[in-house]
């Protein structure tokens, strides 16, 4: 015959780890419980993404002030079209504000950097930010130097007439 004492034991602990699991779940989420946040949405085109997915941040100086809602193919350009999700506590970005892809550290990830501009016309949702910079390749750039584009600076001074030394010589010129 069990006693009691061992069946609420067991039954507690189960409550106990399954409080904790949800508690690690909620924890490594936005805490939305599902629902949608206070946001408005803005507009943004790319030549190119990179590494930018859905649900990655967006800062403005560091500090995390929206996310990315979705990411579509404008399929007369063939652009990258971002819809970016903004706090409603920052709705008066100015309208000159520009944006770009940053990625953290060396191979951190992805997000949109946003740089508020002068301009006194406040952004309104929905609209475009016009002024932005296409995420950069770091394996296309390093691709570009190895194989064709790094020249040493002896070869690329040549190119443009310039020699190494610009001392005056005694040989004279014909």
Same mark, same amino acid.
């Given at each position: 015959?069990? *006693?009691?004492? $061992?069946?609420?034991?067991? @039954?507690?602990? !189960?409550?106990?780890? !399954?409080? *904790? ?14 629902? @949608? *946040? ?10 190119? $993404? @990179?590494?930018?997915? +859905?649900?990655?941040? $967006? ?26 999700? $903004? ?6 970005? #100015? ?20 740089? #508020?501009?002068?301009?006194? %016309? +406040?952004?309104? #949702? ?25 020249? +040493? ?12 030394? *610009?001392? +005056?010589?005694? %040989?004279?010129?014909?």
């Amino acid at each position: 015959m069990r *006693s009691p004492r $061992i069946e609420f034991a067991v @039954g507690a602990f !189960l409550l106990l780890a !399954l409080a *904790s699991v949800l508690v690690l779940a909620l924890a490594s989420t936005n805490r939305n419980w599902g629902f @949608g *946040s206070d946001s408005y949405q803005l507009k943004a085109r790319f030549t190119s $993404i @990179g590494a930018l997915r +859905p649900n990655a941040p $967006i800062k403005i100086a560091g500090v995390a002030v929206g996310k990315v809602a979705d990411i579509q193919v404008d399929p007369v350009k063939y652009d990258s079209v971002v819809t970016l999700a $903004i706090d409603s506590k920052y709705k008066d970005l #100015p309208g000159d504000t520009s944006a770009g892809i940053f990625t953290n550290g060396l191979l951190g990830e992805s997000y949109i950097g946003l740089s #508020p501009g002068g301009d006194p %016309e +406040p952004l309104k #949702p929905g609209d475009e930010i016009f002024l932005t910079q296409p995420a950069v390749d770091l394996i296309q750039l390093v691709g570009k130097y190895m194989f064709s584009g790094g020249k +040493p600076a002896d070869a690329a001074a040549s190119d443009t007439g310039e020699t190494e030394s *610009s001392a +005056p010589t005694d %040989e004279k010129q014909p």
